[in-house]
Each structure stands twice: as C-alpha cells, then as structure tokens.
C-alpha cells in the first residue's frame, strides 16, 4: 500500500496526492458500512488498481489530530481568516464568528486584512487595532501594492493552512501572487450586493511545497457554532480570560448576572463594545439553537 494525502473528493470520488502524484479513489466498502466519511486532509493507504490510469482503492484512513466541520477538513496546523478592508465592506461579527470556530478548534490563527491600498491607513487602522490589541497575530496585505505578501508567505511554511474568509475578499488573489503556478481563479465583488460572488467552487488541498498546504475554501457567510456548549464561549475570546475570576458566580454567562467582571471590563474599556456583542450575539443564537 501507498501513503498519500486525501486532497479531494467529488462525486464519490477522492484524489489522493501520492508523492505529487494525484489517483482517483474509491474507499472501501467496509468505510460506508461503518459510516466513516473521509476528508479531505486525511493521511490515507491506498491499493493502486490501475498505476497507468491512476486508480486506486483507500484501505485505511490514518487517525486524525484534528478536523473541521465546514469545510470538512482534517489535520489541520492553522487558519488564516481573510477579511477585505473595503469591497466587501468588513463584517465584524463574522469575523467574530470565524475566530471563534478556530479558537475551539485549538487551531493557530492569523487574521489577514486584504486590500488595504482602498482606505487610507488610519482608516483602516481603525478597524484592525481592536484585534491587534486582542494579540492575534495579524498581516496587512495589498495584492495591488505586493505589500505584505512575503510575510504571508512566510507562515506557510511547513503548515497545512485553512484560507477562510466570505467571497470576494481576495483569498484566490493572494494565493496566486504568492504561488503564481496555482491559477486560481478569481471574482470580483457585485456592485448590486456589495458582496462576493463565489468563485472556489468546492474545497481542495493544494500542495505549494514540501510538506506545506493550502485550502482554498468556498466562500461562505453563515457558519454552524451549535456544537459549541454556551458556557464554554467566553474561553474562545481571549480577552475574556483575565476578567473571568472576578465574576460572582462560576457559571456567570456575562449577560444579566451581578457583580460580572466580564462586564465590568467592558464598562472600564478592558474589553471592547464591539467583541461583546459579538459574544452576546453568539451566545443567543447558541442558546435558540438547543430549543429547537
């Protein structure tokens, strides 16, 4: 058998990368029986059938360290959540959202601000300071100037990396300034809906070096967080963490309790305005979500 990594799967179909070279599988029938799905990401063995053709059997599908619902990807090392500073006009409680997907998934997390060449800086600065301050490690890019697109680069490196972000904010761009070979495909933003149109059709895992991954992911803009237990939100901002202690009650949610340390940051400043509504938003739509 052969080990390669799943970097596909249409129509029944999953592309193993075999040592850069791609075969078109089936899984066994014993996977179906036991309802395992793979993903793409997996490490799998595969049986060659037909090495002229490229056609091949998935034996065995090695355990995975971690995976992602939507997309449904595995082994993943971090994310890199895309956000456009203008065109798309930036949606802060889906960058919110994103963020805390990766968070409760343990995952490392680089926000990437795109097209900053459309504002002026302190326009911009405006928006991403907040995040800066949280201390996620953040890129300022610009595919137009080539601005921050070595140091974007630079974090792939050995990484197997989720590019998330909602259409149109130039996740495709970026990846073919840095990879020119990849060709991606690329869409511009509807001037009638001011967002994105879809052009990354369905996920892939695209090898860009040795032991280094990029996934290209559909443009979406409603992520599921049901699987999130409403007292374990507050872990996933960080900013939260310090304040946590100083709350009155151990199971404080920071909405309507007293004495709530968490609020009280927000009152005094330690937290921002914004990112606790973002939370409180969440933990509504997470509370809707078990009543139904």
Sequence with gaps: MQRGRLIKGIGGFYYVDVNSEIFECKPRGLFRKKNIVPVIG???K????DYE???????E????????TRPPVSNVDQVIV???????EPHFFLLDRFLVLAESQKLKIIICFNKIDLLDEKEYREMIDLYIAISYNTILTSSVQGRGIDDLSKELKNKTTVFAGPSGVGKSTLLNHIFPDLQLKTGE???KTGRGRH???????????????VLDTPGFSSLAIDFIDEGDLHYYFPEFLPFIDACKFNSCRHINEP???????VKSGGISQQRYDSYVQLIDEIGKSRRY
């Design 42 to 44: 997996d490490y799998v």
């Design 46 to 49: 595969i049986d060659i059938l």
């Design 53 to 59: 053709n490229k056609k091949g059997v998935i034996e």
């Design 61 to 68: 599908i090695e355990a995975r360290r971690n995976e992602l």
């Design 82 to 88: 895309t956000f456009a500073v203008a065109q798309p």
């Design 189 to 191: 933003v509807s001037p």
């Design 199 to 213: 052009i990354t059709r369905h996920a892939e895992l695209i090898g860009i070096g040795e032991n280094s991954w």
């Design 259 to 265: 004495n709530c340390g968490v609020k009280g940051a």
